[in-house]
């Protein structure tokens, strides 16, 4: 369903989650995730992901309940904090949005 | 249901909106009659030629600071459960099935805390900060060089 280069980014973000957090590596991990959801959306719709709300209404109105389609849902209802801009700090969410949901889905894709 | 919940939420997020929006303008006011207050008293100090005065300012700046800060956490406070409700709305545009809502709507906040005062010190938050250094520090210079009207 995702390509190995973007399922071995997220792993290594997964595994170092303190590191994305913040900087450089912080934009890196949202490009990757944007890519993942690109790769989703071509593979599941037949059309690139332009918008990640809409992505996910498309999501929400399927009604396929696979433990991958779970993961993706909850996955898409997280996904905001990755991309927060406000003053406070998300570093915490950020880190369970990848040890949890994002891990998650890559587990469910794995058939784990 | 689901159409009550949704101007539920959305009456929620207008009124947290305005009150973040109240915090922050009394906060601007506190700060502008600071600024002004300060200006006027260092060209004051320094026509007087009593530098003495130049502490005032220094004092003055970290009450108003205590004041500010305190409006600025409570704006916090209110933003927090703003977007907590724009997460319900998010939730509501994008179809979910449960869309989350805060564990309670309401518009008490927590006294402001130390650890709140502290994050107001991050980087990202230099705007709000660096003036207030900047005027504790400057008439402190202005005295030790005994700056005045000769």
Redo the contacts between chains.
């Keep these: 369903m995702i390509s190995e280069s973007t399922r071995s980014r997220l792993r290594v973000a997964i595994d170092d989650p303190d590191s994305y957090c913040s900087g450089a590596k912080r934009k890196q991990l949202q490009v990757t995730y944007d890519k993942l959801l690109d790769e989703l959306s071509i593979k599941l719709f037949n059309e690139p992901c332009t918008n990640r709300m809409m992505f996910r209404q498309k999501i929400n109105s399927t009604s396929n309940n696979s433990p991958v389609f779970i993961s993706i849902k909850n996955m898409l209802r997280k996904q905001d904090s990755l991309f927060s801009k406000d003053y406070r700090d998300h570093s915490d969410e950020i880190k369970t949005f990848l040890t949890n949901d994002l891990d998650h889905f890559l587990k469910a894709l794995n058939g784990e | 249901m689901s159409e009550k919940n949704k101007d539920i939420a959305l009456k929620a997020w207008k009124v947290y909106q305005e009150l973040a929006k109240g915090m922050g303008e009394s906060a601007w006011q506190i700060r502008s009659i600071y600024f002004a207050t300060a200006a006027g008293l260092i060209a004051y100090t320094y026509n007087s030629s009593s530098p003495i005065l130049y502490l005032l300012v220094s004092i003055l700046c970290l009450l108003f600071f205590v004041i500010e800060s305190g409006y600025r956490r409570l704006q ?1 406070q209110y ?2 459960k703003s ?1 907590a409700i724009e ?1 319900t709305l ?2 509501f ?5 449960h869309p ?1 809502f805060p564990q309670s709507i309401g518009t008490d906040v927590d006294t402001p805390s130390f650890k709140s005062l502290i ?1 107001l010190f ?1 980087l ?2 230099i705007i709000f900060w660096l003036p207030y250094l900047v005027f504790f520090f400057l008439p402190v210079v202005l005295f030790l060089l005994d700056v005045k009207k000769i």
């Design positions: 916090d933003i927090e977007m997460r998010n939730d545009i994008a179809n979910d099935e989350r994050k991050e990202k938050r």
